[in-house]
């Protein structure tokens, strides 16, 4: 996962602590474990940036439950971030999320 991937998904937690939880600077303790756990999965894909797709890596980075909630919170973030993000990070994203729908 690369630098831009990484604020991608940090971002988007952050729209979605902010907006369904009122956190204003800091994220809840949730969230904030939910960013960690989510950066530390995709920062240790051991494709690294030469990866294929998610899609096709056979590493399954998210636990079911944290799946679930990083699932939510693109759900929810994605489309509200499009407009000021490299729409291919998040497009990367979703497909791996996808796999064990
Ligand atoms: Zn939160």
């Known amino acids: ?6 604020k991608t998904v940090a971002k988007m937690i952050y729209i979605y602590c902010a907006a369904k939880h009122g956190s204003t600077k800091a994220l809840c303790a949730d969230c904030e474990e939910l ?3 989510a950066l530390k999965r995709v920062a240790s894909c051991k494709f690294g940036e030469d990866k294929p ?12 439950q944290m799946r679930d909630r990083i699932r939510e ?5 994605g489309p509200r971030m499009l407009y000021k993000s490299p729409v291919l990070a998040i ?11």
């Open 91 to 101: 497009k990367h994203l979703v497909k791996g999320l996808q796999k064990n729908r």
């Open 73 to 77: 919170v693109m759900r929810y973030a």
């Open 1 to 6: 996962m690369n630098r831009t991937e990484q």
């Open 35 to 37: 960013r960690k756990y």
């Open 53 to 64: 797709t998610c899609q096709k890596c056979p590493v399954h980075c998210y636990s079911p």
